[in-house]
């Protein structure tokens, strides 16, 4: 059935170097794709959605490219910053439903 | 931005007890959900409510769960009875229809089944 896959468990990295969070799909059709962000006790928030017409969505420096070739929508930002620590979760819509990844922690280290 | 509201935030019972947890969605919003996540593990869909109606539910939904939204109130989610592995944050999420709807999400009720 479809899915959604994040290879990383854990990613740990230095405040100031690029971020890559990884995310695959398995469809039959080319789904809605999402990135939510959870930080440490509070709920999941919206970060990115995937668009129909090839834009790249951007909010808060990071940014996801669908890629319907690779099947991949992953995440990436330009400079990582202390805040950015948290879970992030790959998800996507399938009849009105939402369903998430196995999520990556993202830890950013001084 | 939009709110969801889930009360009580934390709640502690005896196994075999009921719980009622309440959910008050995005006002415009159509779509109704809770999601179960066990502390440090994923997000899982327990079920989604349109229309005065269950739409879809997971195997995590189980007998012993129960939706509603009488009259336009809260969104609720009923256990009875409740079990040790229970005990979890349950998220209630809102959203408009659409293939791409955005989930807004409350910020969790913590349970605890003794």
């Known amino acids: 059935g479809d899915s959604v896959t994040q290879t990383e468990g854990l990613v740990t990295l230095t405040e100031g170097l690029p971020v890559m969070l990884n995310c695959t799909y398995q469809?039959?059709?080319?789904?809605?794709l999402f990135w939510y962000v959870q930080h440490l006790n509070e709920a999941p928030k919206l970060l990115l959605k995937s668009f129909t017409d090839n834009k790249r969505p951007e909010h808060q420096g990071f940014h996801a490219t669908l890629h319907k070739s690779s099947s991949s929508f992953h995440l990436q930002k330009s400079s990582a910053q202390l805040s950015d620590s948290a879970l992030y979760y790959c998800?996507?819509?399938?009849?009105?439903?939402?369903?998430f990844g196995d999520g990556t922690q993202l830890v950013v280290k001084p | 931005g939009p709110k969801v509201l889930q009360i009580p935030s934390h709640q502690i019972i005896d196994m075999g007890q009921m719980v009622t947890l309440n959910c008050d969605p995005v006002?415009?919003?159509?779509?109704f959900y809770w999601y179960k996540q066990i502390l440090g593990q994923q997000m899982e869909f327990l079920v989604n409510?349109?229309?005065?109606?269950?739409?879809?539910k997971s195997k995590l939904f189980k007998d012993q769960f129960s939706v509603e939204r009488p009259d336009g109130s809260y969104f609720t989610l009923k256990i009875q009875p409740t079990a040790l592995e229970d005990s979890a944050v349950y998220f209630c999420a809102s959203s408009h229809p659409g293939a791409g709807n955005t989930l807004y999400f409350g910020e969790g009720s913590r349970l605890i089944v003794v």
């Open positions: 006002s415009n919003h159509l779509y």
């Open positions: 409510f349109y229309n005065g109606k269950v739409m879809e």
């Open positions: 469809s039959t059709y080319s789904p809605f």
């Open positions: 998800a996507w819509n399938s009849n009105n439903r939402i369903f």
